[in-house]
């Protein structure tokens, strides 16, 4: 192959190296000089350009990449015409991506002009999602490395197992204190994991937290065709002779492999029972974040039969985030979870008031925020911040005389989540969370504020207070210092309940009595009624 200037006559034939500009005359990298290109380049004054040219014995770049590309495809895998020297490779059908990676380490290794990268071996993959690509890098190789590539992608293979397990039975064992919910919210997520495989429970049954009862469920799912059983406990596996594992033996199964080098993920249980799989499921598989019971699973749904070798083959890459909801080493200072600061959203225009700002009307001789900011006060919070915008002077002159700091918002028009974002940036460095309570809440009392902050156990993962009635979750929320970055990051008028939702693991709930948590001040009928009530409130405070 041939590289290097040459004048528009003598290129011709040759194939531009790269992009040349002069006037108005643009020739891309990679075009082919013909007649028509020597005449532009002579009418444009070009003196020389660089093309390169493929001699006797070399390959063209697209061939080269099309030939190693359909030689490494195998089942389920498309292969896209080369185009500028590039082989795409595309999942032809869902399931788990199979990648030799002898084979394609091979293949990389025959010539620095030929790469062939691929995503992650076991990957779910969906029909049209690219899982490869084959690059030349110059504009042609020698015959023989190509040869050479060929013969190296023909060693292995890349294909796509497919879904193969359609039928999936579910056991959750139940113990005192695991709500209801917890089993359903379980479900859902499930169900949202087999989804892609189109598989689905076939039925799902909740027994007590024993050995008996959890065996003769793993056998009736069996018995009703399940093809796998995934077990859901209430309490974590502690050891190869706890209950999950010791029924499944007692189940007529046997126990393959506890516990994983994936975190999120360690306590996971593989056996089987009759030859069907079955899954003793680490706690985070309640969570849809991806962790260790995804990689499994989705070769379980493939098929893939996934021994000792293949889990403790995971550790690299295994650490796949940074758990919320892990204990850390605790900061030099006071013990226990007493340094809560507070912050009390103030900023507000009132909107749906019709003008008047709620904040600052009467209500029992004092201005509704006032009444809020005394009883956060009251409570254990070390600090008080109050974040400011709409009238902050009058807001500030409401609540004169009282200790607290002022945050002010200029965003506060575009929403709540700019003032949560001035009320976090505010919180003392030396607090390991913060309550967010909002100003227009009148019935919130130091009482409910304590209880969240004793409800807040970083050691037990206890990361996200908020309280709870009739499975309704209302305000303030307490939050782990954990949690500033994210909160730092909302948009919008919606406040933070979606980072609720997405760390499900770390909240705990504080049932509560009464509206308190729940009344809010947004319209003059809602402040006729606080007024209404509020002596009555304030005799029982």
């Not at 999942?91 to 394609?104: F, I, N, P, Y």
Request: charged fraction near 25%; charge should be neutral; include cysteine.
């Amino acid at each position: 192959m041939k590289f290097g200037p040459a004048s528009p006559a003598d290129a011709l034939g040759g194939v531009t190296v790269h992009t040349l500009r002069q006037g108005t005359l643009v020739l891309k990298k990679g075009t082919t000089i013909g007649p028509s290109e020597v005449e532009a380049l002579e009418n444009a004054g070009v003196k020389e350009v660089v093309v390169i040219r493929l001699e006797e014995g070399d390959v063209s770049e697209d061939i080269a990449a099309g030939s190693i590309a359909r030689a490494i495809a195998g089942d389920g895998v498309n292969v896209e015409r080369a185009f500028t020297g590039r082989s795409n490779l595309f999942a032809a059908r869902a399931g788990v991506l199979m990648v030799d990676r002898a084979a394609v380490d091979s293949i990389n290794r025959v010539d620095e002009s030929i790469t062939f990268a691929t995503l992650p071996a076991f990957k779910a993959v969906v029909p049209g999602e690219m899982i490869a690509t084959v690059k030349i890098v110059p504009f042609g190789i020698e015959s023989g490395l190509c040869e050479m590539a060929v013969a190296a992608a023909r060693s292995g293979s890349m294909s796509v197992a497919p879904y193969k397990i359609k039928r999936v039975g579910v056991v959750s064992t139940q113990l005192p204190g695991l709500a209801p919910k917890v089993i359903e919210k379980t479900l859902r997520v499930t169900t949202e994991r087999l989804a892609p495989a189109d598989a689905s429970i076939i039925a799902e049954r909740r027994v007590p937290h024993e050995e008996a009862a959890l065996a003769a469920a793993i056998r009736e799912l069996l018995g009703l065709g399940a093809e796998l059983v995934i077990v859901f406990g209430a309490s974590a596996i502690a050891d190869r002779r706890d209950v999950i594992p010791a029924a499944l033996e007692e189940a007529g199964g046997e126990i393959e492999h506890f516990g994983m080098p994936v975190d999120p993920g360690n306590l996971l249980l593989i056996g089987n029972a009759g030859g069907i799989p079955v899954m003793g499921a680490p706690g985070c598989a309640r969570s849809p974040v991806e962790n260790g019971f995804d990689w499994v699973l989705t070769r379980l749904l493939a098929g893939l039969k996934v021994t000792r070798a293949d889990l403790t083959g995971m550790g690299v890459g295994g650490l796949l985030m940074e758990i919320v909801t892990r204990p850390q080493p605790r900061k030099p200072g006071p013990e226990g979870n007493s340094n809560i600061a507070a912050v009390i959203l103030a900023a507000g225009r009132s909107t749906r008031m019709g003008g008047p700002n709620k904040l600052l009307a009467d209500l029992g001789g004092k201005p509704m925020l006032r009444a809020v900011t005394e009883r956060v006060l009251a409570s254990k919070v070390s600090s008080v911040t109050v974040v400011t915008g709409h009238q902050a002077d009058e807001v500030e002159n409401a609540l004169a005389g009282l200790k607290v700091k002022f945050a002010p918002n200029p965003d506060f028009f575009a929403g709540l989540a700019s003032s949560v974002k001035a009320g976090i940036a505010a919180v003392p460095a030396n607090a390991d969370g913060a309550v967010v309570c909002l100003g227009d809440m009148p019935r919130i009392d130091a009482r409910l504020i304590d209880r969240l902050i004793e409800a807040f156990q970083p050691d037990r993962g206890h990361l996200i207070a908020v309280p709870v009635s009739d499975s309704r979750r209302g305000n303030p929320v307490l939050w782990s210092r954990r949690f500033f970055d994210e909160l730092m990051k909302l948009d919008g008028d919606i406040g933070a309940r979606n980072l609720i939702a997405a760390h499900a693991e770390a909240v705990v709930e504080v049932q509560v009595e009464g509206r308190g948590a729940f009344l809010d001040v947004d319209t003059p009928e809602a402040l006729a009624l606080a007024r209404q009530t509020s002596r009555r409130f304030e005799r029982l405070s």
